[in-house]
């Protein structure tokens, strides 16, 4: 029998929130679906869109009786929403996020937890450059990966409804080490951007001409940047909740480019090829 | 009168070059179109293509009789190109580019001409990921930025033949100073390629689980490190050719990326947060 909860409850009420109650409700895996987060506003408008069926009255009373409970607001609020919310959650409810952190974080949610509850930590790749529930589809998560991170901790059968409500989204489900998810996620998201962010900031910071030079940016230069669009909130909580790694990478970062400036600077044009074909090679095999 | 060239020749017959000879004959500008370059086998795919009427035996051979004179090489070569062409040159011939580096170089190749032989530095802002003669296309330029760069030096005539040859492309041209140009390329566009050229070496060269990682790379990713797949020996002539511009743009960048370092370091969430939006706004006003 396919996977269905009476009453889910969403925290954060965004893309991924509204996308996730729009596949709960197209593929019937909800009796009901209840909204909550820090704007009213939002949620009117969610609940008028017909994403969400209610809207709580602040997060515990929200969650009171749900059978699923999704944090689907930014990965710096977990940790306070769980403290309010845990000793409101029913025995037997399942307790799943969709945040871009994982490692310590889930560590810590687990850790304030009630027995009874189960958490099944997840990460869906998915995005848009807008947000909001207005950009919410049902496709959103369509093709994409989603990451779950059990631990030891982890109840199976959780694991299971949560595991088939992503298949249902149509992502490719996969099972990550919390730690790992880090380290990758500093690598090939983290990081990079902090470096478009720097980008901005170094051209912004431009003392004189600033809006002139703008003006001669490319193709190239707008796809370099696209990311640096992003929330400035939701990545300074992810960037923090994970700085170990991300700094671990920015280090990384560094090296690769005082490399190619000492480069320059020493007019050393065989190794500046050579490291930018290095670049190049593996550029092009991602595609 | 719309300008007209008896005989033009192309040196270095790849995507710019190609396109701008596409151009040529679509808009009937020239009577006879002649290409040159290192390579016989792409000089004979042009000719198979129609994209060029004769090619030469090497560029001595191809300028013969010339009216105009296309640089489309990677500007690397340029200066041996026209030491080795310029004496061969009519009297009263245009010599123009499609280099990303001016400045200096401009400056280089005025001195290498004989007289009677006048010069139109040049710079059209287009261009795609794939290159070579094949993706060549008369509408490559329609709507781009065409940067022309006059020296006390440059002819009027001459400014104003190549003019109409950029703006029968589509293309928008502006008159800039050298010196200006160079430094507003290496902020949008030298130093980014470095940027994106060196985040790629960065995940390259992580010892372990390197193609796990980059199974996990989204479009941001991609988007961000697009311009990290252009050709490694162009991008060394680019930056070497103004290094002394993109050096201090990398300096400006090490200095942002430093920063959001030392604020993940001391968890300094409010600095952090501050320079995030100060990027995400100036990334969000470029559209």
């Not at 940790?79 to 919310?85: G, N, T, W």
């Not at 399942?94 to 189960?118: C, F, N």
């Not at 998915?126 to 631990?151: D, H, R, W, Y």
């Not at 923090?240 to 280090?251: A, C, G, H, K, P």
Request: with cysteine.
């Amino acid at each position: 029998m396919p996977v269905h909860f009476n009453k889910v409850t969403i925290i954060g009420v965004g893309l991924i929130g509204g996308s996730l109650a729009k596949v709960l409700k197209a593929k019937n895996l909800a009796s009901s679906i209840t909204g909550a987060g820090r704007s009213r506003e939002t949620l009117e408008l969610a609940l008028r869109l017909g994403v969400i069926d209610h809207m709580g009255q602040g997060p515990v009373h929200a969650v009171e009786n749900a059978d699923l409970v999704v944090l689907a607001s930014p990965v710096g609020t977990f940790e306070s929403v769980v403290r309010e919310i845990g000793p409101h959650l029913k025995k037997g409810a399942i307790l799943t996020d969709v945040g871009s952190v994982k490692g310590e974080l889930v560590r810590r949610i687990e850790a304030l937890l009630p027995a009874g509850v189960h958490f099944v930590p997840g990460h869906p790749i998915a995005g848009k450059e807008k947000f909001g529930v207005s950009e919410a589809t049902e496709m959103l998560f369509q093709g994409a990966k989603c990451i779950l991170t059990p631990t030891k901790n982890t109840d199976a059968a959780a694991l299971k409804a949560v595991t088939e409500v992503w298949t249902a989204a149509g992502a490719n489900v996969l099972v990550m080490d919390p730690e790992l998810h880090d380290k990758i996620f500093a690598a090939v998201s983290h990081m990079p951007h902090i470096a478009a962010f720097a980008m901005m900031c170094a051209i912004a910071e431009l003392n004189t001409g600033t809006e002139d030079y703008m003006n001669f940016s490319g193709a190239g230069f707008k796809d370099f940047t696209r990311i640096a669009a992003s929330s400035p909130e939701i990545w300074r909580d992810i960037c923090l909740m994970n700085r170990e790694n991300v700094v671990q990478m920015l280090d990384r970062y560094l090296f690769s480019l005082n490399r190619f400036k000492r480069e320059l600077v020493t007019d050393d044009g065989k190794r500046l090829e050579k490291h930018l074909k290095i670049a190049s090679d593996a550029r092009r095999g991602l595609g």
